[in-house]
């Protein structure tokens, strides 16, 4: 018997115990796989459903902005009317009075006799 024989010997030794070694070991590692899988199953799922939340927070977002503008733009205009009535209402009131104080200067000059 040479040493290759043995060394032949050892090989085949070491295909008969390794051989079932890396069954068992592969046969383990399938259910950590399965659980792997799952688990980025569901990452991805939770991942799914935070974007489609997000998309549905920023639309109302833009929608909450739009209307908060429109309703700006709509005080806006409501104060300049109020504005330019107030300023309408003064110079009405300003012309009342001056054609008031004009009427009340006609009663009191005295007459001109010449």
Do not use: W
């Amino acid at each position: 018997m040479g040493v290759t024989d043995i060394f032949g010997m050892f090989d085949k030794v070491d295909d008969i115990i390794l051989e079932p070694v890396k069954l068992v070991c592969d046969a383990l590692h399938q259910p950590l796989k399965h659980l792997d899988a799952g688990i980025e199953r569901k990452n991805k799922e939770q991942e799914h459903l935070l974007d489609v939340e997000l998309q549905k927070l920023e639309f109302e977002i833009e929608e909450r902005k739009k209307d908060n503008e429109l309703n700006r733009e709509i005080r806006r205009n409501s104060e300049i009317q109020r504005m330019q009535e107030e300023v309408k209402n003064s110079a009405f009131n300003r012309s009342k009075e001056v054609a008031e104080f004009y009427k009340q200067y006609q009663i009191d000059k005295p007459l001109d006799v010449q």
